[in-house]
């Protein structure tokens, strides 16, 4: 079985502190995922990776940025978190255009 | 450009009851559409996908959904329900020419009566 992994269910920062959420994947898929969820909004994808050290922003990368080091950790950034950043953030990996999610994080940003 | 339509925030049926789910898609060519479903506090499931081919698909828990192309739809049933299905259901179209990018819809949160 596929296994997406991220490093906390629960977040809490305040305004202004830098915000590192991390991802983790074991079945060696190039395409990696991070969006935002939030109700009546869906999912909106915030950045993408299709290789190390590649990247491509999604249609919300405003406020964020991410790092691809090594194929299987794709790491989203939050280089001075806000307010508006409070959200739910899922990741997800790739192959043959289906996607397996990790059980997501809830950020609150006080 | 992409889109999805999912009309219904929120439904309630009756355990034992059929279900259908409606999702709308906007999409220039054939697209890869995606049922997924999510409990609470949990990441995304993969209910069931079409890709081409046969346009009835079935899908795990006894779901399935039918592709149709004059109506830009791609609707969820399930002949009856039970209280495990209480979820959230999030229709998702894919392009054929990139295998970069999904598009989500605002999702359907299904509530199940007694």
């Known amino acids: 079985d596929v296994k997406v992994t991220q490093s906390s269910r629960y977040l809490v920062k305040r305004t202004g502190e830098k915000v590192f959420l991390e991802c983790v994947q074991d079945?060696?898929?190039?395409?990696m995922f991070w969006y935002r969820q939030d109700p009546g909004l869906g999912l909106r994808l915030i950045y993408f990776?299709?290789?190390?050290?590649?990247?491509e922003k999604g249609d919300i990368p405003e406020g964020y940025s991410v790092s691809r080091e090594k194929k299987e950790r794709f790491s989203l950034i939050l280089e001075s978190a806000s307010t508006n950043q409070t959200s739910m953030y899922l990741c997800?990996?790739?192959?043959?255009?289906?996607?397996?999610f990790g059980p997501g994080t809830r950020l609150t940003v006080l | 450009a992409q889109s999805v339509t999912q009309p219904d925030i929120h439904i309630t049926v009756s355990e034992g009851a059929s279900l259908e789910l409606r999702c709308n898609y906007s999409?220039?060519?054939?697209?890869?559409l995606f049922w997924y479903v999510q409990s609470p506090g949990q990441g995304l499931q993969l209910l069931l996908k079409?890709?081409?081919?046969?346009?009835l698909v079935q899908g795990i828990k006894g779901f399935e959904a039918e592709f149709m192309r004059s109506q830009s739809s791609f609707n969820l049933r399930k002949p009856s329900v039970h209280w495990s299905d209480a979820a959230e259901y999030f229709c998702?179209?894919?392009?054929?020419?990139?295998?970069?990018?999904?598009?989500f819809g605002s999702g359907t949160r299904l509530s199940i009566r007694p």
């Open positions: 997800a990996s790739r192959i043959y255009n289906e996607q397996f």
């Open positions: 079945m060696d898929h190039e395409n």
């Open positions: 990776s299709y290789d190390v050290k590649m990247k």
């Open positions: 999409y220039g060519a054939t697209p890869y």
């Open positions: 079409y890709f081409s081919g046969d346009t």
């Open positions: 998702a179209v894919g392009e054929h020419s990139s295998a970069s990018k999904i598009i």
